[in-house]
């Protein structure tokens, strides 16, 4: 089946340093997508990245379709970075049509 | 992007009884998803509901216990039928109105 594995499962950072967050899948996919998940549970969308580069203040990422990964930096982390981030595939074929795989995530902990 | 409202944002509900959950859309989706986020977990795909069709159920969820309703293309409800405390969850409805998905802000359930 599909596989999308996501590295670290956890990173504690103090405030102000970078980190990497990357995430590994196992087929083809049209659509990546980059998502983070306060403490109440919501689904915020950070990055919607089926390949190339984007950035968005201290957050940039990198989808290397050809390679089935993707990457998400976070510079000059705060405290407000804290939570879970979710990487989630998905494809444009037959059933599986517009539906979401998504990683385990990563949960960040930045500390002050 | 899409607006996504989702009601109600969390419940305490008593085991044996039904919560619906009611989402409603800014524009008109073909499709619609409903995600399951246990605690602790990531989020895994319940059911996809086209309008005017039934839903389309994922390996391991039912119609009896998760019966779904779509009677517009900017409306769907998703019960939780016959409640047991393994049903204590996050439930996400998602669209994807042009291949990027959007998210409601979740209903965060808990059975007693």
């Known amino acids: 089946g599909i596989q999308v594995e996501q590295s670290p499962p956890d990173l504690i950072l103090q405030e102000g340093a970078n980190s990497t967050l990357r995430c590994n899948f196992s087929d083809s996919v049209n659509n990546l997508q980059w998502f983070h998940q306060n403490p109440w549970g919501q689904l915020i969308n950070l990055f919607y990245i089926p390949s190339g580069t984007k950035q968005n203040g201290r957050l940039s990422a990198t989808t290397v379709a050809t390679e089935r990964y993707s990457l998400l930096y976070i510079s000059s982390s705060q405290t407000t970075d804290s939570g879970v981030y979710f990487c989630?595939?998905?494809?444009?074929?037959?059933?599986?049509?517009?539906?979401?795989?998504f990683g385990r995530g990563t949960q960040l902990t930045v500390w002050p | 992007s899409a607006v996504i409202s989702q009601k109600p944002s969390r419940d305490i509900c008593q085991r044996g009884t039904s919560l619906t959950i009611q989402c409603q859309v800014d524009s008109q989706v073909t499709m619609m998803f409903w995600y399951r986020q246990q605690p602790g977990q990531s989020l895994t795909l319940i059911a996809t509901a086209n309008q005017g069709s039934e839903a389309t159920y994922e390996s391991g969820f039912v119609i009896d216990k998760f019966p779904i309703s779509r009677p517009n293309l900017t409306f769907s409800t998703l019960t939780v039928s016959n409640m047991s405390p393994e049903d204590s969850s996050i439930y996400l409805c998602s669209v994807e109105p042009l291949f990027e998905a959007f998210f409601g802000q979740g209903t965060r359930l808990t059975v007693v």
């Open positions: 989630a595939v998905s494809f444009d074929r037959g059933s599986t049509l517009g539906r979401l795989y």
